[in-house]
């Protein structure tokens, strides 16, 4: 597989699932600006990707959308919605995060076994799903009070000093 660099035209709306995944020598993707919907998979082992730029569209990014790339995306846009399972599982790469207030649902370990040193929860966000932050290193993380559910091992194992609820523990 030789397709290293990715364009794609602004008239696509949504990425099916698996669309490039495993494409073992890609590295750069450019995303349409309309892009809504990453599929499941859609990039998932492609681990030398590391330059993308998610477009200001998306609502949701699928179920191990992201698993397994290089990419460092720092801060995800505002029109997001809901983070699939996995979606950045396993991006060591990843040191930092912020997750917009867009954010409703970030599914089970989306962020697992990602470099995360500094994370931001959305003050929207509701549902953290099971290890959705195994390995996180960040030393204080702050659970906003819109969040009405934690499941099993979100947080753990912990490697964070500090966690600050700021509403009722759910």
């Given at each position: 597989?030789?397709?290293?660099?990715?364009?794609?035209?602004?008239?696509?709306?949504?990425?099916n699932e698996g669309v490039f995944?495993?494409?073992?020598e890609l590295k750069s993707v450019?995303?349409?600006?309309?892009l809504q919907k990453i599929g499941?998979?859609?990039?998932?082992?492609?681990?030398?990707?590391?330059?993308?730029?998610?477009?200001?569209?998306?609502?949701?990014?699928?179920?191990?959308?992201?698993?397994?790339?290089?990419?460092?995306?720092?801060?995800?846009?505002?029109?997001?919605?809901?983070?699939?399972?996995?979606?950045?599982?396993?991006?060591?790469?990843?040191?930092?995060?912020?997750?917009?207030?867009?954010?409703?649902?970030?599914?089970?370990?989306?962020?697992?076994?990602?470099?995360?040193?500094?994370?931001?929860?959305?003050?929207?966000?509701?549902?953290?799903?099971?290890?959705?932050?195994?390995?996180?290193?960040?030393?204080?993380?702050?659970?906003?009070?819109?969040?009405?559910?934690?499941?099993?091992?979100?947080?753990?194992?912990?490697?964070?000093?500090?966690?600050?609820?700021?509403?009722?523990?759910?």
């Amino acid at each position: 597989d030789n397709l290293t660099n990715i364009e794609l035209p602004n008239g696509i709306t949504e990425l099916n699932e698996g669309v490039f995944g495993e494409c073992d020598e890609l590295k750069s993707v450019k995303l349409p600006e309309n892009l809504q919907k990453i599929g499941g998979s859609a990039f998932v082992n492609c681990q030398k990707l590391s330059d993308i730029q998610l477009p200001d569209t998306i609502t949701e990014i699928g179920d191990r959308a992201f698993e397994t790339t290089a990419i460092t995306i720092k801060t995800l846009p505002n029109s997001l919605k809901k983070i699939g399972e996995r979606a950045f599982g396993k991006c060591y790469q990843m040191t930092e995060m912020v997750i917009p207030d867009s954010v409703a649902t970030i599914g089970e370990y989306a962020f697992a076994y990602a470099s995360i040193k500094e994370l931001t929860i959305g003050k929207g966000v509701e549902v953290i799903g099971s290890c959705a932050f195994m390995m996180v290193r960040d030393p204080e993380i702050i659970v906003p009070a819109s969040v009405r559910r934690i499941e099993w091992c979100a947080f753990g194992p912990f490697y964070t000093e500090k966690m600050i609820f700021e509403g009722e523990p759910p």
